[in-house]
């Protein structure tokens, strides 16, 4: 083929979307039906406990406003991230400190969700305490795996970043990761914690 | 060939589905107070809905990406 021709032709697949990216949708898709059928399966043993009372006699409350706090460093973390990629779309230095701030209050989240666990297990409530506690320990401890496993990437991310090696596709398949542990979270606080 | 055939499979679905009997059968759901049927149908809705929505909101995002 002449050159000149080859180079004025549209580039085949410029517009296409990363393989990474679309992986990263499809999983989440599957990470969304997976928290539907626990929080589902929640509500239906809620709505069915003996009694009608929820959460069941004896076992603790859980801490609302206190959690209601997290859930907004969350939502901070989300919008950090938001803005890193909006500031990337210049240079990624100028997007480093929010990405940096994206993971401290990430790691925040999660380490005061670990303090609110350790004050529901001295006060009694456990996985083997009732239905509540089971539900509890498992949909929150499920989002907290995700947590951490989503901060492990954007930490992973972070110093490919700073030397400018960073994929953008890469950058969008972590970001869509975040969001989901982000936005998931109001949702689990709703049916669980209200 | 193929399309009649098809078409003949999707009304006979559809014709099971309005059988009242057949299609309300749960061993669960109409047992209790009305507040716990209400629960009951309610999720049943979200977990049928969800993954179909999910699936057409990827197909239609998809679509209008490449449109």
């Known amino acids: 083929m002449d050159s000149r021709i080859a180079a004025s032709a549209p580039r085949r697949g410029g517009n296409r979307l990363p393989n990474s990216v679309l992986a990263m949708i499809i999983f989440v898709v599957a990470e969304i039906m997976f928290f539907a059928g626990l929080i589902s399966a929640h509500t239906i043993a809620r ?35 938001y803005l890193a990629n909006r500031r990337a779309r210049d240079s990624y230095a100028k997007a480093l400190p929010f990405l940096a701030g994206a993971i401290a209050t990430g790691v925040a989240f999660v380490l005061l969700q670990g303090v609110e666990w350790v004050a529901l297990l001295r006060e009694g409530l456990t996985m083997t305490s009732s239905a509540h506690g089971a539900f509890f320990y498992l949909i929150v401890g499920a989002h907290a795996v995700h947590a951490v496993v989503a901060i492990a990437v954007l930490t992973a991310i972070y110093f490919p970043m700073r030397n400018g090696s960073l994929e953008p596709s890469t950058f969008s398949a972590v970001q869509i990761f975040w969001y989901f542990v982000v936005l998931v979270w109001p949702i689990i606080y709703l049916r669980v914690y209200l | 060939m193929l399309k009649s055939s098809a078409l003949r499979v ?58």
């Open chain 2, 10 to 67: 999707l009304a006979a679905v559809a014709g099971t589905s309005l059988v009242p009997g057949a299609a309300w059968a749960c061993p669960g759901c109409m047992v209790g107070d009305p507040k716990t049927a209400g629960t009951y149908f309610g999720m049943t809705v979200v977990m049928s809905a969800l993954p179909i929505l999910l699936v057409f909101g990827l197909g239609y995002y998809l679509w209008r990406r490449y449109q």
């Open chain 1, 47 to 81: 709505a069915t406990v003996l009694g009608g009372v929820w959460p069941p006699v004896g076992q603790p409350r859980l801490p609302v406003a206190h959690t209601a706090f997290n859930t907004a460093i969350l939502l901070l973390s989300g919008a950090l991230l």
